[in-house]
């Protein structure tokens, strides 16, 4: 009986020298009690809407499309007004294309006084899924491969 306890005092005390000596590496390059720091700034595209082409295509069936111009203009989205049905209600805005927004995007049953549809109450914060795109590199390592949906 003396024997094991020497063996696992032994082998306790080794594991504590070993894990004393290792200095351990943190995912996020800094120790758990250093403050975070902020991100660099990205820079977004300032196009104007209706001018830029889409920097980032679609990389796999039913992703949102990026915003391809800039939305600094177009904030905040409110319930009570939403500048981005002004342009994208239709597929023309002013004789210029853009993309409509999809039929997922309103309501089965309300409908204006004209017939038309009204905006899903649960699709009408556009910038919860549709973002405005960068040239950012990715945060980790990615191995993903999409394919070009249009």
Same mark, same amino acid.
């Given at each position: 009986?003396?024997?094991?306890?020497?063996?696992?005092?032994?082998?306790?005390?080794?594991?504590?020298?070993?894990?004393?000596?290792?200095?351990?590496?943190?995912?996020?390059?800094?120790?758990?009690?250093?403050?975070?720091?902020?991100?660099?700034?990205?820079?977004?595209?300032?196009?104007?809407?209706?001018?830029?082409?889409?920097?980032?295509?679609?990389?796999?069936?039913?992703?949102?499309?990026?915003?391809?111009?800039?939305?600094?203009?177009?904030?905040?989205?409110?319930?009570?007004?939403?500048?981005?049905?002004?342009?994208?209600?239709?597929?023309?805005?002013?004789?210029?294309?853009?993309?409509?927004?999809?039929?997922?995007?309103? %309501?089965?049953?309300?409908?204006? &006084? @004209?017939?038309? $549809? =009204? #905006?899903?109450?649960?699709?009408?914060?556009?910038? %919860?899924?549709?973002?405005?795109? &960068? @040239?950012?590199? $990715? =945060? #980790?390592?990615?191995?993903?491969?999409?394919?070009?949906?249009?």
């Amino acid at each position: 009986m003396k024997k094991i306890v020497t063996i696992l005092l032994a082998t306790l005390l080794t594991t504590l020298v070993g894990c004393a000596s290792q200095s351990v590496a943190f995912m996020r390059g800094a120790d758990i009690a250093t403050a975070d720091q902020a991100p660099d700034a990205k820079k977004y595209p300032d196009y104007m809407p209706g001018l830029g082409e889409p920097l980032i295509q679609r990389t796999f069936t039913g992703q949102p499309p990026l915003v391809p111009h800039t939305v600094a203009k177009y904030e905040p989205i409110t319930l009570d007004e939403n500048p981005c049905l002004n342009c994208h209600i239709t597929d023309e805005f002013k004789g210029a294309k853009m993309p409509k927004m999809g039929v997922s995007h309103f %309501s089965t049953t309300a409908k204006k &006084a @004209d017939g038309t $549809p =009204l #905006v899903n109450m649960v699709r009408w914060q556009c910038n %919860s899924c549709h973002v405005q795109q &960068a @040239d950012a590199q $990715p =945060l #980790v390592e990615n191995t993903f491969v999409g394919h070009i949906v249009k």
